[in-house]
């Protein structure tokens, strides 16, 4: 009588190879995610950056700050960059509310906003 000979069967060799395809796929979505979120926490970091240097330079300047709104293009990190201002009177004369949204130059999404106030020099 001939002995059984060692190995894996087709139907063992099939489960295992479907059990590795389905691990794998979860792998490669989890990475994605996770490349998507980070990428963009970096988005939202440099947007904020963005926002936070546009209030700085503004209470540096030199002048008061004219009531409206405006809109430019920077560029920054290799990426263009909108930036829109609004600067408001507020109660108090001597200073002045400025609203700063910033979004990728394509989207309409905002990316950081930020409130501060400009004092009078």
Do not use: C
Request: a negative charge.
């Amino acid at each position: 009588m001939k002995g059984r000979q060692g190995g894996f069967t087709l139907l063992e060799v099939l489960v295992a190879l479907a059990i590795f395809a389905v691990s794998a796929l979860v792998i490669m979505e989890q990475t994605t995610r996770s490349v998507h979120q980070q990428t963009r926490l970096e988005e939202k970091t440099i947007a904020l950056w963005i926002a936070e240097n546009n209030l700085a330079q503004l209470r540096l300047d030199n002048h008061w700050p004219n009531t409206g709104n405006t809109e430019n293009i920077v560029n920054t990190s290799e990426r263009n960059w909108r930036v829109q201002q609004q600067i408001e009177n507020t109660a108090n004369e001597s200073l002045r509310k400025v609203t700063i949204i910033v979004s990728r130059e394509a989207s309409d999404v905002s990316l950081a906003s930020l409130i501060g106030y400009v004092g009078e020099h």
